[in-house]
């Protein structure tokens, strides 16, 4: 195996006190030849780099100089990267043994695979998959996503019931391996996006582009979750809501794009309703600011369209669920992969 094969890129943004409890077992279970384990660095003030360099000398060090957010910093930092495959990794991760190799060996065998993503279960309860990204991701005609193993807050036991590899829509930037070169040829995640969907937004792209997304059942990692913005942040909110829609108008086929952007719309204008109600009025607030955001970036996103258009050689995907996980969780209560009506998967 040629040097620098794999690189595991950890971003960072003042999570010093994660990186001390967690960065050594990534360290341990990492010993593959041909490794390196990088941290890249959002331009942190709480001694992150400091703990870097004197603890962890075997670590190489990437210092950005500010917090270009997920997507900004895995650019800039991949850029820098000489290795065939990088992996994205949260620094909230306790990996599996073995979980390496599996992941290595699967891009090697299968040149049209783009990424692959280890099963993700949870730090907290190692018995059930973890929210982030469970078994592979998907997305369903409306544009919301799940997961095999999670649909919205309903979380499954991992009873070995997912242990197929194969095709998925998405992986999670909890733990994805990328094809370098790729990734950087392709522009990497869109720095619009900031935080949240950016790695759905290139998977799909990649998908647009004939390549396969897998997800890898042998390869296997803890997340803890809600490192650096929590679940319950109204910003997080507001991420979800404009960046899903910056990932409908970008990906989305020409036939049928206006009328699925405006039924999705409704949708947002019907889960701020639900907020209202709850009085959780910052969410309100946060979906408001979603869509008036996309409706100023609008012009600049016409733009990013029509060139990904130009590169878009399939537009159909087996992955893209075909009816509406909204209505089949909450109407007819399918709270498990299991119970969805999905053909080909």
Not at 8 to 33: A, F, G, M, Q
Not at 142 to 152: A, E, S
Not at 280 to 293: M, P, Q
Request: glycine share 6%; with cysteine; aromatic share 12%.
């Amino acid at each position: 195996m040629p040097e620098n094969n794999i690189a595991v890129v950890i971003l960072n943004w003042n999570t010093r006190d994660i990186l001390k409890n967690y960065l050594p077992e990534v360290i341990r279970h990492s010993r593959y030849p041909g490794t390196t384990i990088v941290v890249a660095d959002n331009g942190s003030n709480d001694g992150s780099c400091e703990l870097i360099e004197k603890e962890f000398p075997e670590v190489q060090l990437i210092k950005l100089d500010k917090n270009y957010g997920f997507a900004g910093g895995y650019n800039r930092a991949l850029l820098q990267i000489k290795a065939k495959y990088s992996v994205l990794l949260n620094s909230d991760v306790v990996p599996a043994p073995n979980w390496l190799p599996t992941l290595f060996r699967h891009m090697e065998n299968n040149s049209d695979i783009a990424a692959t993503v280890p099963k993700i279960k949870s730090m907290k309860d190692q018995s059930v998959f973890e929210y982030a990204g469970a078994a592979g991701g998907f997305i369903d005609k409306w544009g919301y996503t799940f997961c095999r193993g999670r649909i919205f807050d309903t979380l499954e036991k991992d009873e070995m019931q997912y242990q197929e590899s194969g095709d998925i829509f998405w992986g999670s930037g909890a733990a994805l391996m990328v094809r370098t070169e790729l990734f950087n040829q392709t522009l990497g995640l869109n720095e619009h996006f900031f935080a949240h969907m950016e790695e759905i937004d290139w998977c799909w792209r990649m998908k647009n582009q004939g390549l396969k997304i897998h997800y890898v059942a042998e390869s296997e990692i803890f997340h803890l979750g809600g490192g650096t913005l929590n679940a319950m942040s109204s910003h997080k909110t507001y991420l979800n809501f404009r960046n899903n829609l910056f990932l409908l108008y970008r990906n989305l086929p020409e036939k049928g794009l206006q009328r699925k952007l405006f039924w999705r719309l409704l949708l947002d204008g019907v889960a701020a309703l639900k907020f209202l109600l709850s009085g959780e009025f910052s969410n309100v607030r946060a979906v408001l600011r979603a869509h008036r955001d996309y409706f100023a970036r609008l012009p600049y996103l016409r733009k990013e369209r029509k060139i990904l258009r130009t590169k878009v050689t399939q537009e159909t995907h087996k992955e893209i669920y075909p009816g509406s996980i909204i209505m089949d969780y909450f109407i007819r209560g399918k709270k498990y992969f299991r119970d969805l009506n999905f053909p080909e998967i």
